[in-house]
């Protein structure tokens, strides 16, 4: 079914670009390499060579706090972090595209009379996976807790499970996050196993994991997070996937 896009959420490590961009593309290739041969029967032939991905976007500039176009930008320029893409929405399901990626580009202000813009481009460092969020960005969690098992299916050797970790915000006194992917063979999750764990975190940024290419048989999958501090809050999304 054809959609409008207007509400596209995007992730990038630790900040959350949706309010800040008007236009989000993920691109994703192979290239093409020949092998064209005498017994090819005057046909070109072809396999996939490298792939990679790319995200570009653009919007409306701001500055003057860490969760803002600006400070984002330069903070992570050059450097490596998880960025998730869904375009439409960011709920508990919702379509995500998730990879690890180098902010490698930034470009801001223009003409005169402009509304400020900037313009940005990541480029993967691992491949473009498609899959869904876990846990969503909108809700502020205060203690330990589970979210929501997802179906996302066995995983055949030689796949992996992605997971891509945007934490928003943290505040409190010594606050600290501890996020886990738990997986299971049903949806109730009554017997999960511990799938990849993210480092504790205790300000805003972003982890990204996958596990080795063994198979899994689990099908349902879910976020797990222990949470420490006095008075913590923590926003944070999670988007998971096999590729």
């Not at 709920?91 to 003409?111: D, E, H, I």
């Not at 480092?199 to 999958?221: K, M």
Request: include cysteine; charge should be negative.
């Amino acid at each position: 079914m054809s959609m409008v896009l207007t509400n596209v959420r995007a992730f990038a490590v630790g900040a959350d670009l949706t309010g800040a961009s008007n236009k989000v593309e993920v691109s994703g290739e192979v290239e093409e390499k020949e092998t064209t041969n005498y017994a090819s029967a005057g046909w070109k032939e072809r396999i996939g060579g490298l792939g990679s991905a790319e995200i570009a976007s653009e919007g409306f500039w701001e500055a003057g706090d860490p969760g803002l176009i600006d400070d984002a930008s330069w903070v992570q320029l050059g450097g490596v972090g998880p960025w998730t893409i869904c375009p439409d929405t960011a709920a508990v399901g919702s379509l995500a595209y998730l990879t690890r990626a180098l902010r490698s580009n930034y470009q801001l202000l223009g003409a005169v009379g402009d509304v400020a813009p900037w313009t940005g481009t990541a480029k993967s460092s691992w491949p473009l996976v498609r899959g869904q969020i876990a846990h969503p960005p909108g809700t502020a969690r205060t203690a330990t807790g589970t979210g929501t098992a997802l179906n996302l299916g066995a995983i055949p050797a030689g796949k992996r499970l992605y997971a891509a970790l945007h934490v928003l915000s943290a505040a409190g006194t010594a606050p600290s996050l501890t996020v886990s992917i738990e997986s299971d063979d049903a949806a109730g999750m009554s017997s999960p196993t511990t799938r990849l764990s993210f480092d504790a975190a205790t300000a805003a940024g972003g982890q990204a994991l996958r596990t080795d290419a063994a198979a899994i048989t689990d099908t349902h999958y879910r976020v797990a997070w222990a949470i420490s501090g006095t008075t913590p809050s923590f926003m944070f999304a999670v988007s998971l996937g096999i590729r």
